[in-house]
Every structure is written in C-alpha cells, then in structure tokens.
C-alpha cells in the first residue's frame, strides 16, 4: 500500500514557467510533508516544508499548497530555472499506528529547458 | 552545521558476499535510518534506529542486518549480494524521529557482479 503518491514522474517545463508537482497521502494523521530536492550523484536535501496546520508555505520561487480535507498537496515553483532541474520527493510523517517514520514518495523527475 | 560520512561511495561486489556499508554524522542527532534508492522506486526505508542501540525494520529489511553501537554511527550490511543488483543506499539523521525534517549522506553506489 502506498502511503504517499506523488505526479507526474516526469515533468519538462521552459525556462521562466512555473512548474507544478503533486503529492497525495492516504493517512490523514500525517502532520508534516517536507519536500527533498535531489540533484545526481548527491543526498536528497530538504527544499522547503509545511505542517498540515498551515495551508500554504512560501519560500522564495517554491511555494505549497495544501488541502488537508482532500489529503492533497502541491509544490510550485514560479520562474523555473535550469538549476531547478532536479528530482523533487515529497514525504510524510506524524501519523498514527507506525507511521510516525517518514513516508516518501516515488519523485517527480523535473528538467527546465533553457 | 553537521555532515553525514558514508563510506565507501562506490561498493562492487560478488554474488553471495556480505557487504557492509557505514554512515558517521555529528550533527548529534537520535535517529538514523538508511534507506534504498532505485530508479522510479523512490526511497525505500530498510532500517531505522531511534536511538543508540536500538534497530527497527523498515519496509525493506529483508537480507539487510543493520548496527547502531555508538550515537554518532549507523552501518548497514548486506547479507547475500544478489547477482546484478544496483542500488544506491542513502543514510540519514533526523533529532527525533517524527515532524524532523532529514539530513542525508550523498549515498553509497552498490554494484553486484
């Protein structure tokens, strides 16, 4: 059973558009979904996070976007840049009966063409 | 600001071998998990310790034994190599284990010949 889905997997955008990547969760007893950036050959490195008290966390060009009600969250990213070009994953922990450990998705693979 | 050292960055192995990867942070935290990255598979969590001593299974934990005997050190071993298996394994640390956000090492390459 997959706790947290994320889509698309792969997502090709221009350089100054904004980019959209979706995230879904099944536990409604997850309390915080941080989203990990991941350039090749390197560790996963927290971007930018929210606790499901809040329904919208701005950082810079990054900005997400969360429906508790419906158990859906996005990331946005305006201006995309080439730099951006990355493997985005959302997680999630907090909830109850074990999955207080966080939970990651599958990633959204993005590529910004200059 | 802290680091977290796994070594060594790139493993080859034969099938059949134990293999042992280790991870170092000094960021003193309590918790330390490893997880596995395949392509399209996202991170899988093998192992988890909550703190010095302690070892909870992952989702993954089968043909993985894990050791966490100091605060600052987490090792994970691979049983029995499997014959062309490719993963790459990332360490983490996080202060607790829940609502933290994770610190992650730039991950060991696994090659099995």
């Known amino acids: 059973q997959q706790q947290v889905r994320q889509s698309p997997q792969s997502l090709t955008v221009w350089e100054g558009e904004t980019a959209i990547l979706n995230c879904s969760y099944e536990?409604?007893?997850?309390?915080?979904f941080p989203w990990y950036q991941q350039f090749p050959g390197e560790g996963p490195a927290l971007l930018i996070s929210?606790?499901?008290?809040?329904d919208k966390k701005e950082d810079g060009r990054f900005t997400i976007f969360f429906n508790k009600r419906e158990k859906k969250l996005s990331l946005h990213i305006t201006d995309s840049q080439p730099g951006d070009s990355a493997t985005y994953f959302c997680?999630?922990?907090?909830?109850?009966?074990?999955?207080?450990?966080?939970?990651f998705g599958k990633g959204t693979s993005l590529v910004v063409h200059p | 600001g802290g680091i977290i050292t796994q070594t060594p960055k790139f493993l080859i192995g034969q099938e059949g071998q134990k293999l042992t990867l280790k991870c170092q942070q000094n960021f003193n935290h309590d918790t330390m998990y490893w997880y596995r990255q395949d392509s399209g598979k996202g991170l899988r969590l093998i192992y988890y310790s909550i703190t010095e001593n302690d070892l909870q299974k992952g989702d993954l934990s089968e043909g993985y034994d894990a050791s966490r005997e100091k605060k600052s050190s987490f090792s994970l071993t691979v049983t029995s190599a499997q014959k062309n298996e490719m993963a790459v394994f990332l360490c983490?640390?996080?202060?607790?284990?829940?609502?933290?956000?994770?610190?992650f090492g730039h991950g060991t390459k696994l090659s099995v010949l």
């Open positions: 997680a999630a922990s907090g909830g109850s009966g074990g999955n207080y450990k966080p939970t």
């Open positions: 536990d409604s007893t997850f309390n915080y």
């Open positions: 929210i606790r499901s008290v809040s």
């Open positions: 983490a640390s996080s202060r607790q284990i829940s609502n933290e956000r994770l610190f």
